[in-house]
């Protein structure tokens, strides 16, 4: 039986010496492409955005990467700087005469190596600059931008490109075969029946009609695998009709970061397509932060059309089920003080602040906030692809100091996280500053919490 998904191996990554090379000598075809590529990005917003920087500074006392290393390339200003200098040249025949007093500046090598090194390697796109910006303008907006210039001719950062070639080719980003992702569902319903003490528990594929529909990030069955046991014993214990999809289950999508529009659709709309295959009601996303933001928020865009039904994060569902009482906790079991990180992409850009707040105060017996929280919370710096990007590995474990001070300052020893990214960043800056935390998923704790039945 076909499984909907190409089993074509994703592409080895080229090797980072032969990606310097690449930039150190682009040729002139690869610079028109980015140049025109630009140029096609652009749209009116972008062009507002980039002239109405009033130069106030606050967006530096912003950024995690500004307030660990002065360096001015860190500087949120800087990177708008960066693309506007190229917006000028591409839209002003008088500043392309008149560069230096207009500040225009032609998309070639140069700007393109500058490009790659801080708008890929210094920027996480978590909006905070953004939030705090007197003017509102969109930087992660305009990162995204000309990061999909490049995208188009080819010059993403080879881990990261990998990654959306992964998604693209095998319809997941750990190219998990059909075969594989399918094993291991079935081993896990036998762990699941044996934590619920049921068994009738299952974890259901491809099941039409369903509540909803759960897409989950790859990481899980690759290495979490227990987070799928956590989120089936929540949905056992409520009662609630919902199905795994057998084909496209990522709930992820590194389009947003590599900025290419057409690579994001093509991912966006694989799981609008299985959603409607298999007549859910919802499509429930999993603890991710960038998915939320691409599936609920974004792929209405890039597909150019709603998707018909209601798409929801896991967090509000669980809220939604400790609400009404479908579910029990007995928050006693989880005796550690807990602290809630909040990811960028589902709190500040996404808009999910108060379900997870409510879990926590049914889910365990202290907890307690970062300061700063919600809206105003520093980004653990695991987002805009900087995970996937090993060789800004070290720049992104330094900016996650930010993120380490808030955690010790807090006392926690268990940290909340309802995105595994920010779950791989933080158990990393976890170690890197000797935190003694334990990070979790807000599943993972709300199962841990769950009343065990005679």
């Not at 089920?321 to 550690?336: A, H, M, V, W």
């Not at 003080?337 to 202290?366: F, K, M, S, W, Y």
């Not at 307690?368 to 980004?379: I, L």
Request: aromatic share 6%; hydrophobic share 40%.
């Amino acid at each position: 039986m076909s499984t909907g998904i190409p089993l074509t191996p994703a592409p080895a990554p080229p090797a980072p010496d032969a990606y310097r090379r690449r930039l150190a000598s682009l040729e002139p075809e690869t610079v028109a492409r980015a140049r025109a590529a630009f140029a096609a990005l652009l749209t009116r917003d972008h062009a507002v955005h980039l002239d109405a920087c009033v130069h106030c500074g606050l967006c530096t006392t912003s950024c995690h990467y500004a307030l660990v290393d002065e360096d001015p390339r860190n500087s949120p200003a800087y990177k708008v700087h960066l693309v506007a200098e190229a917006f000028r040249q591409e839209s002003s025949a008088w500043a392309r005469m008149f560069p230096g007093w207009t500040g225009a500046r032609p998309v070639d090598a140069e700007l393109i190596g500058e490009w790659v090194d801080v708008l890929f390697g210094r920027c996480s796109m978590c909006g905070r600059c953004t939030a705090n910006c007197v003017v509102g303008i969109d930087v992660p907006a305009l990162v995204r931008a000309a990061r999909g210039a490049l995208a188009a001719a080819g010059l993403v950062p080879p881990e990261l490109q990998s990654t959306v070639d992964a998604a693209v080719n095998t319809g997941n980003n750990m190219s998990i075969t059909h075969d594989d992702w399918i094993g291991t569902i079935e081993w896990l319903e036998d762990e699941l029946r044996a934590e619920v003490g049921d068994d009738t528990a299952r974890l259901p594929l491809d099941e039409c009609d369903a509540d909803f529909l759960y897409v989950l990030n790859p990481r899980e069955p690759k290495f979490y695998p227990l987070s799928i046991v956590a989120a089936g014993a929540i949905f056992h214990r409520a009662g609630v009709r919902w199905t795994l999809a057998r084909d496209y289950f990522d709930v992820t999508n590194y389009g947003l970061f590599s900025g290419s529009p057409e690579a994001a659709a093509t991912i966006a709309r694989r799981l609008v397509d299985t959603t409607r295959r298999l007549r859910a009601k919802q499509l429930v996303l999993g603890e991710c932060g960038h998915g939320f933001a691409a599936n609920r928020w974004l792929a209405p865009e890039w597909l150019g059309e709603e998707p018909g039904f209601e798409v929801r994060s896991v967090v509000d569902v669980v809220a939604d089920l400790i609400r009404d009482g479908r579910i029990e906790l007995d928050p006693s079991r989880i005796p550690n003080l807990v602290t809630l990180h909040d990811p960028c992409n589902l709190v500040r850009n996404g808009g999910v602040i108060a379900p997870q707040r409510e879990i926590l105060a049914r889910a365990v017996t202290q907890w307690v906030e970062m300061a700063p929280h919600g809206y105003q919370n520093y980004c653990c710096g695991g987002g805009g692809g900087q995970l996937s990007m090993t060789r800004f590995a070290r720049r992104r474990l330094e900016a996650g100091r930010i993120k380490a001070d808030q955690i010790r300052a807090t006392g926690a020893r268990i940290v909340a996280a309802p995105c595994h990214n920010c779950v791989d960043q933080l158990s990393e800056i976890g170690k890197e500053y000797a935190l003694g935390i334990e990070v979790k998923t807000m599943c993972e704790l709300v199962a841990d919490a769950l009343v065990r039945r005679p």
